[in-house]
């Protein structure tokens, strides 16, 4: 798990799965990205149909600021803040 500010790209492993976070996603697409087994619809982010949470490994994403826990429920204040860290690291001109 790593950042790279030059292509401004977060990484992480959520509930198993490596995830990739690039510049210029909304905010509603870093949520369904990072909780993915919450997303419905089908692709990348939503095909966690029938994924039970597992809260037996920490799940953590890594920003230029540090390592986060990612929570398992995106509508907590901890995860809006996540996701708005996020959105800044990710687009840091707007």
Known sequence: MATDANSARITGKVQG???TLE???SKDEIRS???WWRASGSGAAGD???HEYD???ADVIAT???YYRVGGDPRTHEAEELVELVYTELNPSD
């Open 17 to 19: 799965r490596d995830i």
């Open 23 to 25: 510049g210029g996603l």
């Open 33 to 35: 990205r990072v909780w």
């Open 48 to 50: 966690g149909d029938g």
């Open 55 to 57: 809260d037996s490994q």
């Open 64 to 66: 230029l600021g540090g």
